[in-house]
């Protein structure tokens, strides 16, 4: 069974930093491209990041330009986002997810998702 188990979250006051960590199971992690996903209370869970199987592209939400950055280890079969400049409009649970190496901004294209993590920022 595969398992994504994302990691990181927590409580900031805006302008603060956190990274998040997805950790998977996946025996053929370094063939997957890789997304993150957010879903804020009341919303539909939206686009946020993802990467190609080779790590060699990633695309982000505007909302998220230049503030979040997503890389992938795959000797640890695991992808990370560093955000930065949080502010609280990006409060929400935040998900990982995996799908055969071309990556997608629609969530139901995805094979594989974690539990998601919490991030709250504080104004």
């Known amino acids: 069974q595969v398992q994504l188990v994302e990691s990181g979250g927590g409580l900031v006051q805006a302008g603060g930093s956190l990274t998040l960590a997805c950790t998977t199971s996946?025996?053929?992690?370094?063939?997957?491209?890789m997304g993150w996903f957010r879903q804020a209370p009341g919303k539909e869970r939206e686009f946020v990041a993802h990467?190609?199987?080779?790590?060699?592209?990633?695309y982000y939400a505007d909302s998220v330009k230049g503030r979040f950055t997503m890389s992938r280890d795959d000797a640890k079969s695991t992808v990370y986002l560093q955000m930065n400049m949080l502010e609280p409009e990006d409060t929400a649970v935040y998900y990982c997810?995996?799908?055969?190496?071309?990556?997608?901004?629609?969530?139901?294209?995805?094979?594989?998702w974690g539990q998601g993590t919490q991030v709250t920022v504080s104004s």
């Open positions: 990467i190609m199987w080779n790590g060699r592209s990633t």
């Open positions: 997810a995996a799908r055969p190496v071309v990556p997608s901004i629609h969530p139901a294209e995805y094979s594989y």
């Open positions: 996946l025996r053929t992690f370094s063939t997957y491209a």
